[in-house]
């Protein structure tokens, strides 16, 4: 089972960006997805989940500027993260999530300074 | 949300020593508690879940108890790659909820 998170970059605060965890070794649409992000040297905090049927929910830091998506299609799923601040800096770790997390993606480091 | 607090931060202890780690939750709740090491530049790894039960390949050093507001992780005799941060997590309510971590460092 491999997860691979992609997409983290330098943004500018208010800037946009997309991540993408990609599934393989199983079959992650009947599993939950769930990001989470570990800010430097601090610990690790629950982002935005997403169940099998497509209901979603986000931690109250990032609600209304992130979305969670996927695609069943490509065993992929997606956090669309908008209106960035500095304090999204971080890297995002994307994880089958059941009720606890397992197993992790690599995770991608996003940072947001001007 | 549940708070979940760790102690200590950090421990330092010796290669071989057995050690415990403690992990408080702010409210009540059954076996609804995960483990995780993290090593320094990866991602997190499930230990323990259902407060006891091993993951798939956990070496038997590793283990889990506790119910209500006190859990514990023990590791039995510490080896050279278990130097890492621990995490508790509960999974009871939601949010689901991290401790601040416990690094244990070589002495």
């Known amino acids: 089972v491999l997860l691979v998170a992609s997409g983290g970059d330098l943004v500018q605060p208010g800037g946009s960006l997309r991540l993408s965890c990609v599934v393989s070794?199983?079959?992650?649409?009947?599993?939950?997805m769930s990001w989470v992000r570990q800010a430097p040297g601090k610990g690790l905090e629950w982002v935005s989940i997403?169940?099998?049927?497509?209901?979603?929910y986000y931690a109250d830091s990032v609600k209304g500027r992130f979305t969670i998506s996927r695609d069943n299609s490509k065993d992929t799923v997606y956090l669309q993260m908008n209106s960035l601040r500095t304090e999204d800096t971080a890297v995002y770790y994307c994880?089958?999530?059941?009720?606890?997390?397992?197993?992790w993606g690599q995770g991608t480091l996003v940072t947001v300074s001007s | 949300e549940i708070v979940m607090t760790q102690s200590p931060a950090t421990l330092s202890v010796s290669p071989g020593e057995r050690v415990t780690l403690s992990c408080r939750a702010s409210?009540?709740?059954?076996?609804?508690l995960a483990w995780y090491q993290q090593r320094p530049g990866r991602a997190p790894r499930l230990l323990i879940q259902?407060?006891?039960t091993r993951a798939t390949g956990i070496p038997a050093r590793f283990s889990g108890s506790g119910s209500g507001t006190e859990f514990t992780l023990t590791i039995s005799s510490l080896q050279s790659e278990d130097f890492a941060v621990y995490y508790c997590?509960?999974?009871?309510?939601?949010?689901?909820?991290f401790g601040q971590g416990t690094k244990l460092e070589i002495k």
């Open positions: 997590q509960q999974y009871n309510k939601w949010p689901h909820t």
């Open positions: 994880a089958v999530h059941p009720n606890y997390f397992d197993p």
């Open positions: 259902g407060a006891s």
């Open positions: 997403i169940h099998s049927g497509g209901r979603t």
């Open positions: 409210q009540s709740f059954s076996s609804d």
């Open positions: 070794g199983f079959t992650a649409s009947p599993n939950p």
